[in-house]
């Protein structure tokens, strides 16, 4: 059986804890033979978009207002100093302002610098390295920095930033191996390097995280007071001469019910040279009915295949495996591929395009007319708001 609807969704997401938590209010869902359509769509966005969004996010950078002043003054915690017209001064001023981010400060220094006899091209990549991340080109600040790390290699500060904007730019392989390298130039150093090394092991163990599994669990309870989803209707069909009913027909009462709403996510990640990797993604979602144990379902969803990232971007295809119950037997699995490009649009906010196509294979007598192939394409826009909430919509096909 073939269905096509197209429909706009939107939906909020409430701040969540880390682990098993939250209390969940849903509405029970007894149309089984629907359940992998479109309305576990957004049960299925949401809970993925609750580790990823927060993968995406990028740190935020304001610009100062210090582009209007000339390159014959430096600002240091409040107080203006001078800086002289010399490759010496203006030097001097452009690494403090590399040092301390000032970005408005390092270009009108930088665009002085190179017209200055004796200028070092070791600062100048220094500089373009900067402020190429600053402006989120990672490629052209992997350059930079690799550039200055050829050309002076005992300066730790050009590579410890190379490692930086390969953790950036999700060049996973390359940021352990280049941090590692960094912390044990550091170590040699002494004391005098303990700050800048627990930095390092901060990068070295979020590069940990990214390799492991990361996911979230929660539960709580569900009140429906229809779980059957009757109509309770009485329809007399053959009335009598005297009045009365000789045939007719009564639809059963509804049925109200306590239950256990149930969600889980879990991604995975292997990265492999440069930007890609081999990653996988479950998800389960459900709702669990004691005592009505008949109307109790639940949905799995997997995927595992190619899966590449940047700074900015996410490729997945993959094949992938659904299987959903109704009751305490198996209603359906699915066997198809899955693929995904979603894309950072700024802080806070990401855009993705999702797209499946599987093949549904019903295993219950009553739902066989289901069998079949189905497509379907998710436009979906997410957006970070204060206090832990995230609210996504767009428009979704199935067919």
Request: positive net charge; aromatic residues 8%; charged residues 25%.
């Amino acid at each position: 059986m073939r269905r096509g609807t197209g429909a706009v969704m939107a939906s909020v997401l409430a701040p969540r804890g880390v682990g098993i938590a939250g209390v969940l209010l849903a509405a029970a869902c007894p149309s089984p033979a629907l359940a992998q359509q479109a309305g576990s769509g957004d049960t299925r966005l949401r809970l993925d978009q609750t580790v990823e969004q927060r993968k995406a996010e990028a740190e935020t950078r304001v610009r100062d207002e210090t582009d209007r002043l000339d390159p014959t003054s430096v600002e240091i915690d409040g107080t203006v100093y001078a800086v002289g017209r010399n490759a010496n001064d203006t030097g001097a001023a452009l690494y403090v302002s590399i040092t301390r981010r000032r970005w408005a400060d390092v270009r009108r220094f930088l665009a002085r610098y190179r017209t200055l006899p004796g200028h070092e091209d070791g600062l100048i990549l220094y500089a373009e390295g900067g402020l190429a991340r600053e402006a989120g080109d990672m490629a052209g600040a992997r350059r930079a920095y690799r550039a200055l790390v050829a050309l002076q290699p005992d300066f730790l500060p050009g590579r410890l930033e190379l490692a930086r904007v390969l953790f950036l730019d999700r060049r996973d392989r390359e940021a352990a191996q280049a941090f590692a390298d960094v912390r044990g130039a550091l170590l040699a150093q002494g004391d005098k390097a303990a700050g800048v090394v627990r930095t390092v092991d901060t990068f070295l163990a979020a590069l940990r995280k990214r390799r492991g599994v990361q996911g979230m669990v929660s539960f709580g309870p569900e009140y429906t007071s229809n779980l059957n989803q009757s109509s309770a209707s009485y329809t007399c069909l053959i009335p009598g001469a005297a009045g009365d009913c000789l045939f007719d027909r009564k639809v059963p009462d509804p049925i109200a019910a306590r239950g256990i709403n149930i969600e889980g996510n879990a991604t995975l990640r292997l990265p492999l040279a440069g930007h890609d990797g081999i990653g996988g993604r479950a998800l389960a979602f459900g709702d669990l009915f004691p005592g009505n144990g008949r109307y109790s379902q639940t949905a799995v969803s997997l995927y595992a295949g190619y899966d590449r990232r940047t700074a900015a971007t996410g490729l997945v295809l993959a094949p992938s495996v659904d299987l959903g119950t109704l009751g305490a037997r198996r209603l359906y699995d699915a066997r198809g591929l899955h693929g995904e490009y979603s894309r950072s649009v700024g802080v806070g906010t990401l855009v993705r395009f999702e797209a499946n196509l599987r093949d549904f294979t019903y295993r219950r007598d009553g739902y066989r007319d289901y069998d079949g192939r189905q497509a379907d394409a998710w436009l979906t826009g997410f957006r970070t708001l204060p206090h832990g909430w995230t609210i996504f919509g767009g428009p979704d096909l199935l067919d």
